[in-house]
């Protein structure tokens, strides 16, 4: 599978981005799953339900099937935070993944970048940022697009990955 991630900082605006991109690709007919990275405890499992009682008790995983998703949620009971490649090997095969957040992580980056978050970019310390997407013109190194712009960042990260 290809990979390609959606990094920035805080409030720099990753998750619409991801969005937009996830909307444009598929509507180009390509298969599209996304990976997020959350730096708190996330649950998407609601006290009172059966999975989560199930979970409660003490399951190390517990599967959800319905006749319109499955969720798979696995309990780390205190193992350490899977790397990416195990997360990436639990996906069904699609033409692209992206990912959201996972800054570390060696795979190639577009930088999402507001000005008026007051963070500094990444771009310049990090090599696998590629590209960036910003909401203000920017002279660095790599190319920039405008953050809103997001056929041309598609079309940026689809020729990246060769699709």
């Known amino acids: 599978m290809r990979v390609y991630g959606v990094t920035g900082w805080k409030n720099a605006g990753k998750t619409g981005l991801m969005e937009r991109l996830v909307a444009e690709i598929t509507k180009r007919g390509l298969t599209v799953s996304t990976v997020k990275h959350a730096h708190h405890a996330v649950d998407v499992d ?3 339900t059966d999975s989560f009682r199930h979970r ?32 990436l090997a639990r996906l069904l095969p699609v033409d692209l993944v992206l990912i959201e957040g996972f800054k570390r992580e060696r795979h190639p980056k577009i930088e999402a970048f507001r000005a008026e978050a007051g963070n500094a970019l ?13 909401d203000t013109p920017l002279q660095v190194g790599v190319p920039v697009f405008d953050l809103n712009d997001t056929s041309a960042i598609a079309d940026f990260i689809l020729k990246e990955v060769g699709l």
């Open 46 to 48: 609601q006290p009172g």
């Open 122 to 134: 990444m771009a310049g310390e990090n090599n696998t940022i590629r590209a960036i997407a910003s």
């Open 56 to 87: 409660d008790a003490g399951a190390s995983e517990v599967l959800l099937a319905s006749g319109k998703r499955i969720a798979v949620m696995q309990e780390l009971r205190g193992a350490p935070e899977p790397p990416l490649a195990d997360l």
